[in-house]
């Protein structure tokens, strides 16, 4: 029984469903062990039966938690130079996922299905609609497959579909991100260019900084905390580019002592040469499921 090549798929399926990396992860790997326990190949085919398991143990997971969300969702937008406030559970936030972990297309930049705004309006439906929503809408599975793999009735999944439909508050779709403008991006990042980070800002950008429920919108007051910020330039940062939730991404770390360590995972969000979005998640946990290391020397110094 070949269940590795059914992990990527599935795993979209539950993160999309649970909102956060170690859950997924976890919820992918109980579906595994279950599925080595119980699945009787004269009973059906697998793809189903991983499914079913994965919806059981994700609903079971959802039962009395509280839903993830955006800091969008939890607050007006705050003031240039307001506190930051205390920080919140991890459990609170629609955490960002690997690119590399999910389905080949969710890795295609035009995806929107697995946008972090998307997910999390996601966790605005009840669960079985979520379920039912990502089975046909983002997999193409058909009504009768989902009736059966829910115990339930054509008819009531339809309606189910109906309803999350009328209730899911879609994100504005993106414009592919144009390469050029990413690694202009990360060129000024690094070198603090605040003149080029400003004026790659969409009108209507906005950042993020979890675990705050701190966030701003608009050009201008993220000009003004930008401009604001402490200068750390070359010697000090380091990016290492990946990708998250179909979008470029990168693990920021800072030069502590001799070696760089993680700071944050930064996710950007493009629609053409303008930045939309920026997710900066202050969790050196992060840096582990999207593999990059936890820490690497500064390079040596040599004699002029």
């Known amino acids: 029984?070949?269940?590795?090549?059914?992990?990527?798929?599935?795993?979209?399926?539950?993160?999309?469903?649970?909102?956060?990396?170690?859950?997924?992860?976890?919820?992918?790997?109980?579906?595994?062990?279950?599925?080595?326990?119980?699945?009787?190949?004269?009973?059906?085919?697998?793809?189903?039966?991983?499914y079913r398991l994965a919806t059981t143990i994700c609903l079971d997971m959802l039962r009395g938690a509280q839903r993830r969300a955006t800091a969008m969702d939890l607050s007006d937008p705050a003031a240039p130079g307001s506190p930051l406030g205390a920080p919140l559970p991890g459990s609170t936030w629609v955490g960002p996922f690997p690119d590399a972990r999910l389905e080949p297309a969710a890795q295609a930049e035009t995806r929107e299905d697995v946008r972090l705004a998307f997910v999390a309006a996601l966790q605005t439906l009840p669960p079985r609609q979520r379920a039912v929503l990502i089975l046909r809408d983002v997999l193409c599975w058909r009504a009768a497959e989902v009736a059966d793999l829910l115990d339930t009735t054509t008819a009531s999944v339809n309606s189910a579909l109906q309803r999350a439909r009328a209730g899911?508050?879609?994100?504005?779709?993106?414009?592919?991100?144009?390469?050029?403008?990413?690694?202009?991006?990360?060129?000024?990042?690094?070198?603090?260019?605040?003149?080029?980070?400003?004026?790659?800002?969409?009108?209507?950008?906005?950042?993020?900084?979890?675990?705050?429920?701190?966030?701003?919108?608009?050009?201008?007051?993220?000009?003004?905390?930008?401009?604001?910020?402490?200068?750390?330039?070359?010697?000090?940062?380091?990016?290492?580019?990946?990708?998250?939730?179909?979008?470029?991404?990168?693990?920021?770390?800072?030069?502590?002592?001799?070696?760089?360590?993680?700071?944050?995972?930064?996710?950007v969000e493009f629609s053409a040469d303008r930045v939309v979005s920026t997710t900066t998640c202050l969790d050196p946990d992060l840096f582990g499921l999207f593999d990059l290391p936890m820490t690497f020397p500064t390079p040596a110094r040599t004699s002029g």
């Not at 580019?241 to 990168?250: E, I, K, S, V």
Request: glycine letters at 6%; one cysteine or more; a negative charge.
């Open 1 to 50: 029984m070949d269940l590795e090549e059914h992990r990527p798929r599935l795993t979209g399926y539950c993160y999309r469903l649970l909102g956060g990396g170690a859950e997924t992860e976890d919820a992918v790997q109980e579906t595994f062990v279950r599925a080595w326990r119980t699945h009787d190949p004269e009973r059906g085919p697998l793809t189903p039966w991983l």
């Open 168 to 267: 899911l508050r879609r994100p504005e779709p993106l414009r592919p991100a144009d390469p050029a403008a990413v690694e202009r991006y990360t060129r000024a990042f690094v070198e603090h260019d605040v003149a080029t980070l400003v004026r790659m800002l969409h009108e209507d950008a906005t950042t993020t900084m979890p675990p705050f429920a701190w966030w701003l919108r608009g050009a201008a007051d993220i000009a003004a905390v930008v401009a604001n910020a402490p200068d750390s330039g070359c010697d000090d940062v380091r990016l290492i580019p990946t990708r998250a939730n179909g979008q470029p991404a990168f693990g920021q770390y800072r030069r502590i002592g001799d070696e760089y360590r993680p700071f944050a995972l930064v996710v």
